[in-house]
């Protein structure tokens, strides 16, 4: 039997871990989907954006309650898989709290720290379903999460709940039965723990066969929901503790304002007004701007696949607010889906097919795209670092560019800068005009 149950467990890992890389690769494919961008400059200005951004979750504590619970959930999340360790050894090798006897007195600490954590993570996670579900906070509520973006939420916060609730379980029937002197669960005995103690009351009415009943049964549940909750990930917008990480790393170092140059349209301009400073030869890029995610860079695809949804940039976004139908959050989520109707394009294919489609026009309008004012207040907000106005901006870029689709007050001026090399409807020859009446 305990022979059985180490070969289904070693069976099951395997499982779980080849489909988390298969599915963990196809993200990593989608993502490159962009354009090349070197991003390996200043080293040490990257590692302190991730350690303050990603690991210290600084933006996060603007709101300190909020900042507090999401920590916990974060360090539960973390912390309690060194437990998991030991789980899939115990899985592997069919021992019981193969730790205990190595780590001594700092073991029964070691477990009491992760079901107070635990038990911070309950606690935290019923607050969240709570304001996402009864409270109803505005940017939860929003029209961009309708469908399964909305439930995905509620599904790992349930998810934590169900898993932290069976890791508490696991220990009040584990130490029920070392206290009974149960062969394999008195082998090593760790008496009693912070939390779990208090569910033994529940228990302790079990025949010895039940409680090992539910003790596998919270073991195997506890470990099958991670190895799910694994797999989950790359479908899931929680797919942002892992990827929160690199995106902190490679975000913008220049300051916010700075709009990327395009050097083709500088030279041309230098050509028209001062001649002498163009550079020979400068070749003009196939395509000015973007119109589908291949047209991005790698970083912009990253910024999508990183995107919590959490709304905070949309909550900030002057357009947003005052009811335009621009969301910086949709515009994340809107390049993540086209990367994902891209990737399975190439995986029915082989190679990408034109579908016929866009991230411009079929996911994101000209509407939402002209509502955009450039404030970047949705950059400031991102708590993982996350740029939607550069998507924008390589979008909108190519509108006006590639399709001459702009507002008809814009075009007159275009019309003039490109004529007259000044916004107004002036010969450039009349311009020192106003000196004669001086
Ligand atoms: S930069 Fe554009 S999208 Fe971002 S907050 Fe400002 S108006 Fe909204
Ligand atoms: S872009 Fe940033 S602020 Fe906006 S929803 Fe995504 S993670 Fe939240």
């Known amino acids: 039997?305990?022979?059985?149950?180490?070969?289904?467990?070693?069976?099951?890992?395997?499982?779980?871990?080849?489909?988390?890389?298969?599915?963990?690769?196809?993200?990593?494919?989608?993502?490159?989907?962009?354009?090349?961008?070197?991003?390996?400059?200043?080293?040490?200005?990257?590692?302190?954006?991730?350690?303050?951004?990603?690991?210290?979750?600084?933006?996060?504590?603007?709101?300190?309650?909020?900042?507090?619970?999401?920590?916990?959930?974060?360090?539960?999340?973390?912390?309690?898989?060194?437990?998991?360790?030991?789980?899939?050894?115990?899985?592997?090798?069919?021992?019981?709290?193969?730790?205990?006897?190595?780590?001594?007195?700092?073991?029964?600490?070691l477990i009491n720290s992760f079901e107070i954590l635990a038990v911070l993570v309950i606690?935290?996670?019923?607050i969240f379903l709570v304001r996402r579900n009864i409270i109803k906070l505005?940017?939860?509520t929003s029209h961009d999460l309708d469908g399964w973006p909305r439930s995905d939420a509620n599904y790992i916060l349930i998810t934590e709940i169900v898993l932290m609730t069976f890791f508490l379980t696991l220990?009040?029937?584990?130490?029920?039965?070392q206290a009974k002197g149960v062969e394999h669960y008195a082998e090593h005995s760790t008496g009693n723990f912070v939390f779990s103690q208090y569910l033994q009351p529940v228990l302790s009415g079990l025949s010895v066969n039940a409680l090992i009943a539910v003790e596998r049964g919270c073991w195997w549940l506890h470990i099958i929901g991670i190895f799910a909750f694994l797999n989950y990930l790359p479908?899931?917008?929680?797919?942002?503790?892992?990827?929160?990480?690199?995106?902190?790393?490679?975000?913008?170092l220049v300051p916010?304002?700075?709009?990327?140059?395009?050097?083709?349209?500088?030279?041309e301009v230098l050509y028209a007004m001062q001649p002498e400073l163009a550079p020979a030869g400068g070749e003009a890029p196939p395509k000015f701007g973007a119109k589908d995610v291949q047209d991005l860079t790698w970083k912009n695809m990253l910024d999508a696949f990183s995107c919590t949804e959490c709304g905070r940039c949309s909550a900030?976004?002057?357009?947003?607010?005052?009811?335009?139908?621009?969301?910086?959050?949709?515009i994340m989520m809107d390049t993540r889906d086209r990367a994902e109707e891209i990737g399975k394009n190439i995986d029915t294919n082989g190679s990408f097919q034109d579908d016929g489609r866009s991230l411009l026009h079929d996911y994101i309008t000209v509407e939402e795209l002209r509502a955009c004012t450039t404030c970047n207040a949705c950059?400031?907000?991102?708590?993982?670092?996350?740029?939607?106005?550069?998507?924008?901006?390589?979008?909108?870029r190519y509108l006006v560019m590639e399709e001459s689709n702009a507002p008809a007050e814009w075009t007159g001026m275009f019309g003039n800068i490109e004529n007259n090399f000044a916004p107004w409807k002036f010969s450039p020859d009349e311009r020192d005009k106003w000196t004669q009446e001086l």
């Open 1 to 109: 039997m305990q022979m059985a149950q180490q070969i289904l467990f070693v069976l099951l890992s395997a499982a779980a871990i080849w489909l988390f890389v298969k599915n963990a690769g196809k993200i990593v494919r989608n993502i490159r989907l962009g354009r090349s961008l070197d991003l390996s400059d200043h080293p040490g200005e990257r590692m302190r954006n991730m350690l303050l951004l990603a690991f210290g979750q600084k933006k996060m504590f603007r709101n300190p309650m909020v900042g507090v619970l999401h920590f916990f959930v974060y360090a539960g999340f973390v912390i309690i898989n060194i437990e998991v360790l030991e789980i899939v050894l115990d899985g592997i090798f069919g021992t019981h709290r193969l730790f205990a006897p190595m780590l001594g007195g700092f073991y029964n600490f």
């Open 123 to 126: 606690v935290a996670c019923v």
């Open 138 to 140: 505005r940017r939860f």
């Open 171 to 177: 220990n009040a029937s584990d130490t029920l039965l």
């Open 235 to 252: 479908y899931s917008k929680h797919l942002h503790i892992v990827l929160a990480f690199p995106n902190a790393w490679f975000s913008k």
């Open 256 to 267: 916010k304002g700075k709009m990327d140059n395009m050097p083709a349209i500088q030279n």
């Open 316 to 330: 900030a976004c002057p357009a947003t607010i005052t009811g335009k139908k621009l969301s910086p959050r949709k």
């Open 379 to 396: 950059v400031q907000e991102c708590p993982v670092s996350i740029n939607p106005l550069d998507i924008i901006l390589q979008l909108r």
